[in-house]
């Protein structure tokens, strides 16, 4: 299966006064065309930038981002324009990524009328067909966003994501402000859509137990670095990186009679402006090692489509 998006050493360094924070540095991964690719990792690691930086709603500092094929980083503005069609984002807080001066109709047209997309009763046409798509009664087109609950909001966003046809789209943590009922709503609708129009997901999230039920593939991300990749199936039943493995072990088994042993990591996360010579995870780490203080550790394919950034994973 073609790949359709390709990053290649992705850095993403914001300037403050004290220095160069780097949160994002130096990934690489890829997407296949229909695939859902899982990027989880605590707050701070730096996932929500990498899905920002990939749409180039902020620019990279270094790096290559290949849409099908092309470098979307050298596009002027124009070639950008025809790309953000093709590409689009549903953002983590659904109220704030709506105008609430708008409608639901108003909020879902709006794409299509800067896009110059269709007359007005194409457009009518089409966020009718849209609110229907993801479940929204079309006696709400005229309610604003305030008067709705969260996940309601939530596929007003979905319906603005998908009103120009995409074939990409980014997702950072679109459950994790909604009710775990409502959460399983939106995943369902995703899945539907996603089988539906074919489309290819980066989904971002802090939850591996959402991430196993959506992704294709998991990529594990540790201050500004992708420190584990595997298929889904095989992360949760054997993690590489102890990163994962503590991650892993925090999930909850829902079963009275069976107890996971929890690993609990101790110390602080280093400092993102000033990171550690060595592997980024060495302070916290329960496997460390000498070799682990001082040497960065190589990303390297350790099984068959299995990689992980750690000098001990397999030992």
Do not use: W
């Amino acid at each position: 299966m073609s790949a359709l998006l390709e990053v290649q050493g992705l850095k993403k360094y914001f300037k403050t006064k004290n220095g160069l924070l780097h949160a994002v540095d130096d990934i690489s991964f890829s997407i296949n065309k229909g695939e859902t690719l899982g990027l989880v990792g605590e707050s701070g690691c730096g996932k929500s930038t990498t899905g920002r930086v990939v749409l180039r709603l902020i620019e990279a500092t270094a790096g290559t981002v290949n849409f099908a094929g092309e470098n979307i980083l050298q596009f002027d503005k124009q070639r950008m324009s025809a790309f953000r069609r093709n590409a689009q984002f549903i953002f983590q807080d659904p109220f704030a990524s709506l105008n609430p001066r708008m409608s639901v109709f108003e909020n879902i047209v709006e794409p299509l009328i800067i896009n110059s997309v269709g007359s007005k009763d194409d457009r009518l046409t089409r966020v009718k067909e849209l609110m229907n798509i993801v479940g929204l009664a079309e006696r709400l087109e005229d309610v604003y966003p305030h008067e709705l609950d969260g996940g309601r909001r939530q596929r007003i966003g979905i319906a603005r994501a998908l009103a120009l046809n995409p074939t990409f789209i980014v997702q950072d943590e679109p459950v994790s402000a909604l009710d775990v009922s409502i959460q399983a709503q939106i995943l369902n609708l995703l899945d539907e859509l996603q089988k539906e129009f074919g489309l290819t997901y980066l989904f971002v999230s802090h939850d591996l137990s959402v991430v196993k039920h959506v992704s294709d593939n998991i990529a594990v991300m540790y201050l500004g670095k992708i420190v584990e990749m595997s298929d889904y199936k095989s992360i949760f039943v054997k993690p590489l990186h102890p990163y994962t493995q503590a991650l892993l072990s925090a999930i909850p088994i829902p079963a009275l009679d069976v107890k996971r042993e929890r690993i609990i990591l101790e110390g602080d996360v280093p400092s993102p402006i000033n990171p550690p010579p060595g592997c980024r995870f060495y302070g916290r780490c329960f496997k460390r090692e000498d070799i682990c203080r001082d040497t960065d550790p190589e990303f390297r394919e350790l099984e068959p489509g299995r990689s992980v950034a750690c000098h001990v994973a397999g030992k």
